[in-house]
């Protein structure tokens, strides 16, 4: 038996959407004593189940949730609703939060699995990311966000290019941030960042496969949250007072079906959007994690890709 509060073991599991991250982690769990921390930058936000993930809909699986906990096969998965969709959250507070329910789960002896396709979130926790502890404002936020995407990223090229040749160059929200940092603390997030050491012995497993065969399975996955009540759940959202253009409301899938719902365009367009994005962000989250180091990579269209990564973890364990 294993004293994972000695040797303080996490298992990390990313890759791109629509890769059954979250079924392998619920499996791995079952067999290895763990419990699951999500890090997906969606997920963190309440009343935004269907669109996010959350809820996994097969066969075989039993959800429970109640207020902010939930369990799936009576596996506990955290970081679910942390905060509600008009709020912001850093990477920074999500670091921290992550590394406490680490600790919490270690301390009931158990493994903590880390898992999640927002390469920042897990970056930041496995490698000791020092995130620069800028508080959003409001009014300069509301100003960047009223420029254009070309105009946003032209001035973060010339005020921090070290931070514009690694950013997601079709993420808003992100070269926002980094920007919003740079007026605030009078410097480039660049040169505020830095690194510590990570207290973990960590294994990253990484599930992808060709572009193909994951835009189809991100295609089937976007047809089921039509299937299980994405619309309804846009609309009680919007009905709620959140927002079109809240950060939580501009995610991926929820911008579209507000725009469905507030007239802009048909449901059909919607849909293609939807899935015209998901295919967009597979090819931005397989570039991000083929710059990180040690994963170690299965394809999930290969047989036995599961038997193969339960050795990997019983080894390393």
Do not use: C
């Amino acid at each position: 038996m294993i004293n994972f509060t000695i040797v303080k073991k996490l298992l990390v599991i990313v890759g791109p959407t629509a890769t059954g991250k979250t079924a392998l982690a619920l499996e791995l769990a079952k067999k290895f004593n763990g419990e699951i921390i999500s890090a997906d930058s969606r997920q963190i936000y309440q009343s935004m189940d269907v669109g996010t993930g959350k809820g996994i809909q097969s066969a075989g699986f039993r959800i429970k949730k109640f207020k902010k906990k939930w369990t799936v096969n009576d596996i506990p998965i955290h970081l679910y609703d942390v905060i509600t969709p008009d709020k912001t959250f850093s990477a920074a507070e999500y670091q921290q939060l992550a590394y406490k329910v680490i600790d919490q789960i270690l301390k009931r002896d158990k493994l903590p699995i880390l898992v999640g396709g927002t390469g920042l979130y897990v970056r930041a926790v496995t490698e000791g990311l020092k995130i620069p502890k800028v508080a959003p404002n409001k009014k300069l936020r509301e100003h960047l966000e009223s420029r254009t995407l070309t105009s946003l990223l032209g001035e973060l090229q010339k005020v921090d290019p070290k931070t514009y040749e690694k950013i997601d160059k079709f993420n808003t929200r992100r070269i926002i941030r980094a920007l919003e940092i740079y007026h605030q603390a009078g410097e480039p997030a660049s040169k505020l960042k830095g690194k510590f050491k990570v207290k973990y012995d960590i294994l990253k497993v990484g599930l992808t496969s060709n572009r193909n065969y994951l835009y189809e399975r991100a295609d089937k996955q976007a047809d089921s949250w039509f299937e299980r009540g994405f619309i309804e759940e846009v609309r009680n959202l919007l009905k709620k007072g959140y927002k079109e253009t809240f950060t939580a409301m501009t995610s991926l899938g929820y911008r579209q079906v507000a725009m469905f719902l507030n007239q802009k365009i048909s449901l059909e367009e919607a849909k293609r959007r939807v899935k015209w994005e998901q295919h967009s962000y597979i090819r931005r989250q397989s570039t991000w994690f083929k710059k990180e180091t040690n994963i170690n990579w299965f394809d999930i269209a290969e047989v036995g890709f599961k038997k193969d990564i339960g050795k990997l973890v019983s080894k390393w364990l």
